[in-house]
């Protein structure tokens, strides 16, 4: 490789492979483009896309300002749309290459629970959001600007949208709220109440495919019952009191409904199928996570699967057979490596462990009742430390065997253990400080803690703890009337005893990554890099405790991990995971270069390196848990 940092033209970045494939998929589209139909998925880790019937799979996250992606709908023309966890709304008209988020005329809150698009939508461009907290947004421009369209519901909590078809004449669409189903014969403009008043909250609404012939739709409750209207929603009749145990999360009509009678539920982790238009079900199969999602056309049916990714039937629903092909959309979110162990934890999937250098992953067992994760450090010899979101500080190995509470404590944020030195500290939500004096068996509470209401976000030690006894800190301070949101960095020279604030950097942010550089003989704890936001800093060693703050990514995107290589203050290698790949620094960190060939289309969330004879191997982990690498210098 050159000394700039760039890679030659056979240089590129190696395909591991996932830690685990699948993942939660909230919601499914269907959408045809060039006589080939493409499969879309909603998920934690941004929008998928499959172009081979679910064998291969796409990460599209160009644009989104957020990966928390809760719904999906396609257009009949193939533009896309996406809401978030935090009531975001995005378009694509470009087959989700690339993501505008719409502008919105007042500050919505809440999760996008439901998507649905005009019939008519090549004329009249109109786009429905059902949020729960944000009532429901409509947008008549395809998508560039999103108002209020929530006038007469009464609630702000709307789970479902559903629309009619033939609005060329009749601009007939459903929401259901909180309180019951609402009915609009003017686009959303205006509301009123059906009588479908229920005490249970409806989740699902489903219209009629041939709705112009036999007004019919249908509505579901989260305890699986069943409702049905003949005549446009002005009366109702219960169907079934439970078509089956469980949730009800998701429902389906085939385009032939008028014919076939076909309708799909998503009940729980079963699919159910009727084919008498909601008269009998019977379920025809069994998932092994809750169903959360179901979308389709003439050719094919798609569900979305809590944990395990997508299903799909060719046959109306009747059979099933996976559609998760190389799909990696998993919570993962810290990566370290000790030796030859590499090691990744989620906070709701767990701990992975690799001693074949990624090839292959194994989960560790016991972890499950101690979900959610917030933290963990893996010492040397293989001892494995986690902390639990409400528990506290846990004790295991990479056999996965034999965890031990050893502190119980709720709010551990960062956790650091050193059993070699005989020495650990911990950091919570509210700012205190823990510490251990012998390797992590037993906890005190620091009194006093410099960081009171700061949260603590990380804590590193010096690669020669040993001989300079130093740490670092992140914290995130919270912002008020006067000061910004910012985080500060605070160091350590006496294993933890005293320890003073160095920089802050003002930052929304709630993630420090510090580390510092590989193959550096002398006070290589002075050359502490830090990444938060979207800047990476490093310290101007000529001068005490001045760091400088660089933009890493032009466009703006955030520096989740940095790791280096060298002296700073002689052209260190630095290397710098962002939102848009990785990027490289030859001079420090002063200036830095995209390094993502072969990541193309993936966010890189964390970096670490390891030494394999005289050269060194740079791991990523992208979002979603797929890990590549690549020698650098």
Known sequence: MSLTGQASTNERWQRVGPVLGGGTVFGVAVSSRAG????????????????????????????????????????????????????????????????????????????????????????????FAALDGGALMASRNRGKHWEDASFGMNSMTVIAVAVAPSWERYETLFGATDQGVYVSRNGGRAWRATPLMLDEQVGVLVVSPAYMEDQTLFAGTESAALYVSNDQGRTWE?????????????????????????????????????????????????????????????????????????????????????????????GLAQFIIKDDILCTMGPQEGVFISEDQGASWRALEGLDMYLPLTAISLAEDGQLFVANQEIGILRGNTTGRNWRLRYEKAGISAL??????????????????????????????????????????????????????????????????????????????????TWHQITTQETDSHWVH?????????????????????????????????????VVDPNGSNVLSVVGIGEIDSGAMLYAATGSGVYSSS???????????????????????????????????????????????
């Open 36 to 127: 080939k139909t493409c499969f879309w998925a909603a998920t934690a880790c941004g929008v998928f896309l499959s172009e081979d019937g679910g064998e291969h799979w796409q990460q599209r996250l160009n644009g989104l300002t957020t990966p928390l992606v809760s719904a999906l709908v396609a257009a009949p023309n193939g533009d896309l749309f996406a809401g978030s966890l935090n009531a975001e709304l995005f378009r694509s008209v470009d087959d989700g290459m690339t993501w505008e988020r719409g502008t919105q005329g007042w500050d919505a809150e809440g999760t996008v629970t439901g998507m649905a698009v005009s019939p008519s939508y090549e004329e009249d461009g109109t786009v």
């Open 238 to 330: 219960q169907l079934h009191e439970q078509i089956g145990e469980g949730a009800l999360n998701c429902m389906w009509a085939a385009p032939d409904f008028a014919t076939s009678g076909r309708l799909l539920a998503g009940i729980d982790d079963g699919i159910f199928v009727s084919s008498d238009r909601g008269v009998t079900w019977s379920r025809v199969a069994e998932m092994q996570g809750a169903v959360l999602s179901l979308a389709g056309n003439q050719e094919v049916v798609v569900a979305g699967v809590h944990n395990v990714g997508v299903f799909k039937s060719l046959d109306g629903g009747l059979t099933w057979v996976s559609a998760t092909g190389d799909l990696a959309a998993r």
């Open 587 to 633: 001079d420090g960190g002063r200036t830095w270069h995209p390094f993502a060939e072969g990541l193309e289309g993936h966010s890189i969330i964390s970096l670490a390196l390891r030494k394999e004879g005289d050269a060194r191997i740079l791991y990523a982990m992208g979002l979603g848990g797929l890990i590549f690498k690549r020698q650098v210098a």
């Open 416 to 497: 650091l253990v050193l059993p070699e030195e005989n020495v650990g500290w911990a950091g919570t939500v509210e700012g205190e400080l823990l510490s251990s004096h012998d390797g992590g068996m037993s906890w005190q509470v620091v009194e006093e803690p410099p960081t009171a209401e700061q949260e603590v976000l990380t804590i590193a030690a010096s690669p020669d703890f040993a001989e300079d006894h130093t740490l670092y800190m992140g914290t995130a301070i919270e912002g008020t009337r006067v000061k910004p949101a910012r985080v500060a960095l605070w160091r350590s020279r006496n294993k933890g005893r």
């Open 514 to 550: 510090i580390s510092m550089p590989a193959d550096v003989t002398e006070a290589v704890a002075d050359q502490a890099i830090l990444a938060t936001g979207p800047f990476c800093l490093r310290p101007l060693r000529r001068a005490k405790d001045v760091w400088i703050s660089t």
